[in-house]
């Protein structure tokens, strides 16, 4: 009995050998072909902006082609819960944000996705603040005025656009009226570029819209920044207050976006991937591009997958309450 179990065990495991050696030899070649990434927001929104750049300078240390695919609507849900959905083999990845993560929690009664339980993270790219614009032609010369006339008028009477329900533009709106204590109308659109437009032909009043999708069209001309939404001035804009420091001194909205994959990635294809992802973050020439256009970046060598991970949930833990407070819906 002992001699067949023993042959037994030896075929079983001649048996499996192939599969070991398959699955050995996949991860330590990985990656072999070109990688999707899906961006669940529209063309032309600074998540896309800064994805197609990361995404190009990924395809160097992993010596594969990174094929970016919008997949916007719902305020990231969509293109996030195809993420969650995919095969953790390495060859689908995705762009997270603070607002897909974190507010969509609260904002969707099932968004289709777990933020902590149905993904593998990767590491934090970079955050940005928003930028609050309104069209030249308003008559709101600086954040006090529009304040002031958000207060003094009559509920909804002052219309802020967003590139949808649940993105940052949407939240910093809704923590503004409430820190005011005068509802605002929030008209969604389906991306940044057409949120931008409907101020620019007066359909709206204001945005807050993250700074790298505003600067363009504030440096053109076409905008007038009135003021950041994070706890300190832009580099960018260092003449333009922060709502914190002109009468909300409570008041700090930021945003960051980081790289993530399906459930169950193989641990040596995440540190694959964070390794490459913390090189490319630490080219001078990508570093000077991104801040150039309003991004702030992490230190470099980038924190771990842990910290990123972390800061999810830390953000969770911090978010979802007050949105809740805020009563904070997709509807």
Known sequence: MLRRHLVLCAWALASSAPWLVSTAHAQSTYPDRPIRLIVPFAPGSAADTLSRQVASELSGPLKQTIVVENKGGAGGTIGTAEIARAKPDGYTLGIAAQGTLVNNQVLYDNPGYDSIKDFSFIGEIADVQNLAVVSTQSPYKDIGALMKAIRSGPPQSIR????????????????????????????????????????????????????????????????????????????????????????????????????????????????????????????????????????????????????????????????????????????
């Open 160 to 331: 802020y656009s967003s590139s949808g329900v649940g993105t940052s533009h949407h939240v910093a709106g809704a923590a503004l009226a409430s820190m005011l204590n005068k509802p605002m109308l929030h008209v969604p659109y389906t991306g940044a570029p057409q949120g931008l437009g409907a101020i620019i032909s007066g359909d709206v009043d204001l945005g807050l819209y993250n700074l790298p999708a505003a600067l363009g069209l504030v440096s053109a001309g076409r905008l007038r920044a009135l003021a950041v939404t994070g706890p300190k001035r832009s580099t960018r804009f260092p003449d333009v207050p922060t709502i914190a420091e002109s009468g909300l001194p409570d008041y700090s909205v930021t945003l960051w976006w980081g790289l993530i994959a399906p459930a169950g990635l193989p641990a040596e294809m995440t540190e694959r991937l964070h390794a490459a992802l913390s090189e490319v973050m630490a080219k001078p020439a990508v570093r000077e591009k991104l801040i150039s256009q309003g991004f702030t970046l992490p230190d470099t060598p980038l924190p771990s997958s842990a910290s990123f991970k972390q800061l999810v949930q830390k953000d969770l833990a911090t978010w979802v309450p007050l949105l809740k407070q805020l009563d904070a819906k997709a509807n």
